[in-house]
Nanobody, 123 residues
């Protein structure tokens, strides 16, 4: 099994930046496609970004394209999400996830999840 722990969330003003990290333990993440998702109360968990096992391929939700960047460091067993030009509508709990196989935008296809980290964008 893979255990995932997110960090780096917090309160930031509109236009600001945050970098989320997702530290994995239990197994190396090099065998897993990884993803970031986000959720606000009362709504479904939405896709944000996903990255292939070696980091060569990425996919982003249209709402974050050009502002967010997903990367991974398999040597450090860590996934990242650099978030720039943040907007109030980016406010949510952000989750990292891992799945065996190719990257995917469907949260239902992910096998392992972290506990989430809150991101609040407000002035």
């Amino acid at each position: 099994q893979v255990q995932l722990v997110e960090s780096g969330g917090g309160l930031v003003q509109p236009g600001g930046s945050l970098r989320l990290s997702c530290a994995a333990s239990g197994r190396t993440i090099s065998a897993y496609a990884m993803g970031w998702f986000r959720q606000v109360p009362g709504k479904e968990r939405d896709f944000v970004a996903t990255i292939s096992t070696l980091g060569g391929s990425t996919t982003y939700a249209d709402s974050v394209k050009g502002r967010f960047t997903i990367t991974r460091d398999n040597a450090k067993n860590t996934l990242y999400l650099q978030m720039n030009s943040l907007k109030p509508e980016d406010t949510a709990v952000y989750y990292c996830a891992a799945r065996v196989g190719v990257r995917n935008t469907d949260a239902r296809l992910y096998d392992y999840w972290g506990q989430g980290t809150q991101v609040t964008v407000s002035s």
